[in-house]
Nanobody
Framework: VQLQASGGGLVQAGGSLRLSCASS????????MGWYRRAPGKQRELVAS???????NYADSVEGRFTISRDNAKNTVYLQMNSLKPEDTAVYYC??????????????WGQGTQVTVSS
């Protein structure tokens, strides 16, 4: 699976951005897709994820501001980010997990896309 992330950029606090993650594989065959981020000096953290059935999960810090969605026809997952804050500044990474068995799963990563929020 190859993942191509795009949509990052520079935005003022309170603004919005939409990240896209295009998959080389039909995303309806991918069990979980998500977005992670790594801010300078911090560990990578899960931002949001969405399962093949459409269940979503969000980090507390973005709940109510970010929305993850998927377009199976375009094999693309989106992260709509509203009310952005300077603390959202990070490199954002797209992630895909394919579960083979309870003990075997494959994880794929896209290249990062920089999001910078100015105060």
């Amino acid at each position: 699976v190859q993942l191509q992330a795009s949509g990052g950029g520079l935005v003022q606090a309170g603004g919005s951005l939409r990240l896209s993650c295009a998959s080389s594989r039909n995303i309806d065959s991918i069990d979980v897709m998500g977005w992670y981020r790594r801010a300078p000096g911090k560990q990578r953290e899960l931002v949001a994820s969405i399962t093949s059935s459409g269940s979503t999960n969000y980090a507390d810090s973005v709940e109510g501001r970010f929305t993850i969605s998927r377009d199976n026809a375009k094999n693309t997952v989106y992260l709509q980010m509203n009310s952005l804050k300077p603390e959202d500044t990070a490199v954002y990474y797209c992630n895909a997990v394919v579960v083979i068995t309870i003990r075997l799963q494959y994880t794929y990563w896209g290249q990062g896309t920089q999001v910078t929020v100015s105060s």
